[in-house]
């Protein structure tokens, strides 16, 4: 459209120049009246599409700011439900960072590696739709209890679909509890189906949860919690994944005895034990 105005107002000035440099005639009158309306016309149309453009660009940064916003809340509302359980304070800012590091460590693309820091801020906004009493519970899950705490995949993608600027991140949200052999959920994906960022995710979330209380379990030390992750990979997690982890946490010296004697694949541990994970 812009293309086939600039060429009707170019022509228009053509003509009318043409008109102003030749001999006064009917036809030079005549060609001067043909441009004059044809500038207008050309001129008007674009005031309008540079109105429109304008409109436009100003609707888009009003629907970023609120996304933006509607983000921050999120955020805050995780925040506020975490600072309420001494097990739980501080738990999304951790992961966030820890996510966000191993991304880089990955070669994931920065701005990628920001924006799955962000999603793991907010990854388990699906739990508020567990009872707090299951959460905090100290003993084992029932069937039921458990079956309510997997579907908080779901339930946190779906809350955080409107906004457009961490769709590219959302399997991170909905995969982040599949594991590397299939026992995992929602949809029990194995080894590189598993998205990337879900794989990260996973680890990062596992680690932070092994290395603070639980009401049913003290906490690992930091290099316990990376030799369960260690035994447990490529069943559980992805061995890259882990060995970014244990260099991120200076751990790095485990991986390679320990990698070396294991004579076998470990059992990924129980969901359970990691709640909320």
């Known amino acids: ?25 009917w036809t030079t009158v005549g060609l001067a ?56 304070a501080g738990r999304s800012g951790r992961i966030a960072a820890l996510t966000n590091q191993m991304a880089v460590a990955l070669g994931m693309d920065g701005p990628d590696a920001v924006l799955l820091g962000r999603v793991a801020r907010v990854h388990d906004i699906g739990l508020l739709s567990v009872a707090p009493e299951v959460l905090r519970k100290a003993t084992g899950l029932t069937g039921a209890e458990y079956g309510a705490v997997k579907k908080h ?6 809350m955080l679909r409107p906004l457009t600027f961490l769709r590219p991140m959302l399997d991170a949200v909905l995969y982040h ?26 680890v990062a979330d596992s ?14 030390t930091c290099r316990q919690a990376v030799s369960e992750l260690i035994r447990c990979a490529d069943v559980g997690y992805d061995r890259r994944c882990v060995m970014a982890l244990a260099a991120i946490v200076h751990a790095e010296d485990l991986i390679p005895s320990l990698w070396r004697d294991r004579a076998e694949p470990a059992e990924a541990p129980s969901e359970t034990e990691l709640l909320p994970a």
Do not use: K
């Open 207 to 220: 680690y932070e949860a092994m290395t603070h209380d639980r009401p049913h379990r003290p906490s690992l």
């Open 1 to 25: 459209m812009t293309r086939m105005l600039t060429i009707l107002g170019s022509l228009s000035a053509i003509l009318f120049a043409a008109a102003v440099a030749a001999r006064p005639s």
């Open 153 to 158: 995949c779901q339930v946190g993608c779906h």
């Open 177 to 202: 509890h599949e594991r590397m052999n299939g026992t995992g959920y929602p949809e029990g994906l194995t080894g590189e189906r598993i998205p990337l960022a879900a794989r990260i995710l996973a």
């Open 33 to 88: 009246l043909l441009a004059v309306p044809m500038l207008v016309l050309a001129w008007r149309s674009l005031s309008r599409e540079r109105r429109l453009r304008h409109r436009m660009r100003a609707q888009v940064q009003a629907a970023g700011e609120a996304e933006n916003h509607y983000f921050e809340v999120l955020s805050e509302v995780m925040a506020v439900v975490e600072g309420r359980d001494r097990y739980l």
